[in-house]
């Protein structure tokens, strides 16, 4: 069993994450997945799976931003079939 002093903790983040953390625009203004890799992954060498880790990045930092309760959210578009995800910073 879990104590509730443990599920207050903050939960750190990882390089990938704190980089896409950074990528984000402020304001409100939302940036796709595609926009993320090409930002984070410079030049050519990006992997084939470049996008899915991006995305997987993403959701685990949305779940670690809302459990350490930060001053601001990260909002996730609606899957929309093949097109990029947007991804949008703002205040809570």
């Given at each position: 069993m879990v104590s509730s002093s443990q599920n207050e903790k903050t939960v750190g983040y990882s390089a990938t994450e704190k980089s896409l953390l950074a990528l984000l625009p402020t304001g409100g203004k939302a940036i796709s997945s595609e926009e993320l890799v090409d930002r984070h992954d410079v030049g050519d060498d990006k992997p084939f799976n470049a996008r899915q880790s991006i995305v997987t990045a993403m959701t685990n930092?949305?779940?670690?931003?809302?459990?350490?309760?930060?001053?601001?959210?990260?909002?996730?578009?609606?899957?929309?079939?093949?097109?990029?995800?947007?991804?949008?910073?703002?205040?809570r």
């Open positions: 930092l949305i779940k670690k931003v809302e459990h350490n309760r930060e001053p601001f959210r990260i909002i996730k578009a609606k899957r929309s079939g093949p097109h990029p995800m947007e991804y949008k910073k703002v205040k």
